[in-house]
């Protein structure tokens, strides 16, 4: 489980002061940046009443910050950038994230770009039609249970944005992680299993859009390199956990 907590410090900053705060945050930014125990941080600014700004920052723990980055070699170069504006703090407070989150519709799911769930009913059927018959991975599914594939397009769809039906229907990720244990995969047939689900991607229909097969094979590598270690002697099973939800990454879906 995260042990991530956000701290939120806001300001309340005099108009004629905003320019040389902005200007000190961005030199206090380096040793944000610089610090293994600082996620992400990210100043903004009221829109409504310019004097009003609010300075998140993603730590790892708030031990790490106060423990860590406050008693570390970076603290005094970034105090001596922002100490002027101490006294302007009308908040300074960790909070921990709860499950109450998600993401709004400007911008589609890879789920739904890809096509939905017909989209990943083609995409296993075409896949695990190719397993069995693969020289490397054929002795792996050898006894491959006839719905399969349809279990994999639904772990898949709920990977990628889709409905968790996954989770609702079959257990969610410690469900996925056994049916690996003691398979014993190894990196040709990881490798493999890359290639063939990015041909059945070809051949399936999915976009072939750069920013969707990155997000996807971004996806498959960290997904089959999982697999691999959970099939392996030395696993150690996972604390239940909730199926992972991949997106764009970096690059948005493009619009022409």
């Known amino acids: 489980m995260t042990t991530e907590t956000v701290e939120y410090i806001r300001y309340r900053i005099p108009q004629d002061r905003s320019a040389?705060?902005?200007?000190?945050?961005?030199?206090?930014?380096?040793?944000?940046?610089?610090?293994?125990?600082?996620?992400?941080?990210?100043?903004?600014?009221?829109?409504?009443?310019?004097?009003?700004?609010?300075?998140?920052?993603?730590?790892?723990?708030?031990?790490?910050?106060?423990?860590?980055?406050?008693?570390?070699?970076?603290?005094?170069?970034?105090?001596?950038?922002?100490?002027?504006?101490?006294?302007?703090?009308?908040?300074?407070?960790?909070?921990?994230?709860?499950?109450?989150?998600g993401r709004g519709s400007s911008e589609p799911t890879l789920y739904e770009w890809a096509g939905g769930a017909e989209a990943f009913a083609r995409l296993t059927s075409v896949f695990y039609d190719k397993v069995v018959k693969d020289d490397l991975l054929g002795p792996l599914f050898a006894e491959l249970p006839a719905e399969h594939a349809e279990h994999v397009a639904v772990w898949l769809g709920e990977v990628f944005g889709g409905p968790p039906a996954y989770t609702e229907r079959l257990g969610g990720h410690s469900h996925m992680v056994a049916m690996h244990v003691g398979k014993g995969i190894d990196e040709r047939q990881r490798r493999r299993w890359v290639n063939l689900i990015q041909d059945a991607a070809d051949e399936a229909g999915l976009p072939t859009d750069a920013e969707f097969r990155s997000a996807f094979c971004a996806y498959v590598e960290w997904g089959t390199r999982l697999a691999v270690y959970f099939s392996g002697p030395d696993a150690t099973r996972p604390a239940e956990q909730p199926v992972p939800r991949w997106n764009w990454g970096a690059a948005p879906p493009y619009r022409p």
């Open 20 to 101: 040389e705060f902005l200007a000190a945050y961005t030199r206090a930014a380096r040793f944000l940046a610089a610090s293994p125990h600082c996620v992400s941080y990210e100043l903004d600014r009221c829109e409504e009443d310019f004097e009003h700004f609010i300075l998140r920052i993603l730590w790892t723990s708030t031990e790490d910050h106060l423990e860590g980055f406050r008693k570390s070699d970076l603290f005094p170069g970034f105090l001596a950038e922002i100490r002027p504006y101490v006294g302007d703090i009308d908040e300074m407070r960790h909070y921990k994230p709860t499950t109450v989150r």
